[in-house]
């Protein structure tokens, strides 16, 4: 039942990757009138970078080369371990949520090594202003994960968010742990009201200017990492709600969570297309934000933990 789990995991995870970007696109277009592209429409995207040769800067280094596989490398790493089914997960053990954070950090890291490798000041702004965003979406993260250790005692990521709805606390914390997911899946992935991935204004540009020099297969790389983060947070909110056991009935776990991805997609097109990207000074606040609520859910967990 475990490797049928984790089968059933990794081949969520890899095609949800590319058909969530066409639900938030095709979502998208709908508000605006539009038919809109077909949901598989990122897929062909991919094929059609992989065939196409790569154009290397002449500064450049094997740095920039190899660093869009990494990012990839990383984003995998990190989708294994994140729970989208439960309490399971294909690579699980304790204490494995540093790994989660700290891949997706290497990945993030690699980005904008890349990005300055090329020795632009335009591209070297983005990787400031994305390092920058990345002190306060860290602290997030792990406050969430303090508050569902003391909730459920476990020591894995599939069982602190996975089993947190057994906890009486849940009641309380679950939509405020939502809203912290949500968020950090807007910094992680690039999404308004964070950043723009469709804008080319080079007041406001993070992450879009740190893949300009990028083509081919390591654009295509890139992007598959992208939409792996924004479904690997979408699958940690169909984990975090989902009343299913993996073990007991995989048929309904699936079932919930690609509903509850696709539904998270759905959040994602109304949301870009309903507000703007809010002005970059706002940013950190906006992120920080989410650390506060964060933190509450870590104080709020402790004191019903300690109330008889």
């Known amino acids: 039942m475990r490797l049928l789990v984790a089968g059933l995991h990794v081949l969520i995870a890899l095609s949800m990757a590319i058909v969530m970007p066409g639900l938030v696109n095709r979502t998208k277009s709908l508000w605006a009138g539009r038919r809109g592209p077909r949901v598989t429409q990122s897929g062909w995207d991919l094929l059609r970078l992989l065939a196409k040769q790569p154009v290397y800067s002449l500064v450049s280094t094997p740095l920039f080369r190899a660093g869009a596989w990494v990012v990839l490398a990383s984003s995998l790493l990190a989708s294994l ?3 989208i089914l439960g309490a399971a997960a294909p690579l699980q053990f304790s204490h494995d949520f540093i790994l989660f954070a700290y891949s997706l950090g290497l990945a993030r890291l690699f980005v904008m090594l890349s990005a300055m490798d090329v020795g632009s000041s335009f591209e070297g702004m983005g990787a400031a202003r994305d390092a920058s965003f ?3 979406i860290e602290p997030a993260l792990f406050f969430l994960i ?3 250790s003391i909730a459920t005692g476990q020591t894995s990521f599939a ?22 997911l949500f968020v950090l899946l807007q910094a992680e ?21 740190m893949i300009l020099d990028h083509s081919g297969p390591e654009l295509a790389a890139l992007q598959y990492a992208s939409a792996l983060k924004l479904t690997t947070y979408a699958g940690l909110i169909a984990a975090l709600v989902s009343p299913f056991d993996p073990g007991v009935n995989p048929l309904a776990c699936v079932l919930f969570s690609l509903a509850t991805i696709a539904g998270v997609a759905v959040v994602v097109g109304c949301i ?18 989410a650390s506060v609520v964060a933190a509450g859910c870590l104080s709020a967990a402790g004191w019903l933990w300690r109330t008889p």
Do not use: C, K, N
């Open 81 to 83: 371990i994140a729970p």
């Open 189 to 209: 992935a690039s999404r308004l009201p964070v950043d723009d991935p469709a804008t080319h204004l080079e007041l406001t540009m993070v992450h879009e200017v």
């Open 146 to 148: 303090g508050a569902a």
């Open 159 to 180: 069982g602190l968010i996975g089993q947190w709805h057994l906890a009486t606390s849940f009641q309380w914390l679950s939509v405020p742990a939502v809203v912290v």
């Open 134 to 136: 990345a002190t306060f």
């Open 272 to 289: 870009e297309s309903l507000f703007a990207r809010i002005r970059l000074r706002w940013v950190p606040g906006y992120l920080m934000l």
